[in-house]
């Protein structure tokens, strides 16, 4: 229910194809009903004078196909209706996704399309995911999300990779449910942090997601929907095409740069299609301190949840109970490597770190693998802790941790990310 006296009440009439977009900023939330009609944010359909509540940070888009009545309570920021959105052509592209599923149902040696959207930032690459998502599982299909954008995951908490297998559309105030999700550590916000090592927790990734794919024919069908960072210029240009070769993508939606596109349909092969779509007016520009606190409440959510609260648990470890690891040594130059060595090797190498005050606050993964090198950079993790004291003198650390004690496994492993818990 709504606080206060300020509050106001605005009925909004949107025509067909029309989209009313608002943000929710500071300490304020916003109420969100359908009167009458029918209307969507960004592909899941509203239940009719179902109350939603948006918190602060939440950029809403909420659409209609035939027209519909809203009605917002709360302090909306930028609240407008707007007639022109690229709505009808992302339709048209998954209209062409469901053809291509079409023909993988009829044909056992083909599978659904696997497509994947880039761009520069703040273009509503994330968004179109979750819109073309969100159509796929509407139609009965159940496509495979993978996540590459390191900085904003919307599978995982920051500085990771991961998929999941989409089973329902995503919930509209919380997004996607999370449940078993296959998360890889990469430990760093952007790609550019060890560009090698991501290249490779790609072509992991890619092998695991063909291997799901091969055990669940209707996954198959369905095919995969993946997104990517807004890191679009050399390395990162050139992390995209491994990408699109690790997946063997059969699709590229490019958004909004026309000179990416335009590289893309000079360097991908015949086979790939690469699509040009405009970004939606709408799509709102994060600046650095928007985008840090984005990742902040994504690790918020994953140890205190959303809006089920869930209760963390914080313990004590002894170092000597944990071996911690980096991925990645500094890099030396060629001529300092030992014969036969290259100085890119060293970014896939495991460092074993002396616990201390430089991993308070610190994320740590917890890698499932029980032995080390390969192993542990193929592996997947069971999950995160955070630690939140470390003590020098009695050689331990303090963390949060979404199970209780014991640790699953010993081995962590070291993210650039931090938080501070301030629950
Ligand atoms: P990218 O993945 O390219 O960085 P996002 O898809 O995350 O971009 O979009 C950036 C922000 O804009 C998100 O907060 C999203 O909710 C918002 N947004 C996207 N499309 C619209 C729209 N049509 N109207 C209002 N806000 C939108």
Redesign the pocket.
């Known amino acids: 229910s709504a606080e206060g006296s300020t509050d106001s009440v605005q009925t909004f009439e949107l025509g067909p194809e029309h ?1 009313l ?3 929710v900023e500071g300490k304020n939330k916003v109420i969100m009903s359908v009167r009458a009609g029918m209307a969507e944010v ?1 592909g899941t359909e509203l239940v009719k004078e179902k109350e939603y509540t948006f918190l602060s ?5 909420v ?1 209609t196909w035939q027209g519909a009545t809203i009605e917002l309570r709360g302090k909306a920021e930028g609240c407008y209706i ?1 007639k022109e ?1 690229p709505m009808v052509m992302y339709l048209n592209c998954h209209a062409g996704l469901e053809q291509l599923r079409r023909k993988a149902e009829e044909n056992s040696e083909l599978h659904g399309p696997v497509l994947m959207v880039v ?12 819109l073309l998502l969100n159509y796929g599982v509407r139609m009965g299909r159940r496509p495979i999300f993978v996540d590459l ?1 390191v900085g ?1 995951s919307h599978v995982s908490i920051p500085g990771t990779i991961g998929a999941l297998l989409v089973e329902r559309p995503a919930a509209v105030e919380e997004g996607f449910s999370q449940q078993a999700p296959i998360v890889y550590h990469f430990g760093h916000k952007s790609p550019s942090g060890n560009i090698k090592l991501f290249n490779t927790l790609v072509s992991t990734l890619a092998e695991c997601i063909k291997e799901r794919m091969q055990a669940n024919r209707k996954a198959n069908v369905s095919g995969v929907i993946i ?1 990517t960072c ?1 890191w679009v210029k050399q390395s990162g240009y050139r992390s995209l095409t491994h990408i699109a070769q690790a997946f063997e993508v059969d699709v590229i939606v490019v ?1 909004d740069q026309e000179r990416l596109y335009n590289e893309l349909v000079r360097d991908m092969p015949p086979f790939v299609r690469v699509v040009f779509l405009p ?8 600046n650095k301190a928007a985008r840090s606190e984005a990742r902040d409440s994504r690790v918020k959510e994953y140890f205190y949840g959303l809006r089920s609260p869930m209760y963390p648990h914080s313990f004590d470890v002894r170092f000597s109970d944990v071996k911690i690891y980096k991925i990645g040594a500094p890099s030396l130059p060629d001529s300092c490597m030992p014969l036969g060595m290259k100085a890119d090797d060293n970014k896939t190498k495991l460092v074993q770190m002396q616990p201390g005050m430089g991993i308070l606050n610190h994320i740590l993964a917890v890698s499932f693998a029980n032995s080390l090198e390969e192993e542990v950079i193929q592996s997947n993790v069971a999950g995160f802790i955070c630690v939140t004291k470390v003590d020098p003198e009695r050689q331990m650390m303090t963390v949060l941790s979404p199970q209780p004690r014991p640790l699953p496994q010993t081995l962590l492993l070291l993210s650039e990310v931090q938080y501070m818990d301030s629950q």
């Not at 970004?279 to 994060?286: A, H, L, M, Q, T």
């Open positions: 989209e977009r608002f943000e960004f940070g939440a950029k809403i888009a659409f707007a959105t761009g520069p930032q703040d273009v509503g690459k994330s968004t179109l995911c979750r954008d904003q997104n807004g958004l970004k939606s007016g709408g799509v709102v520009e994060r």
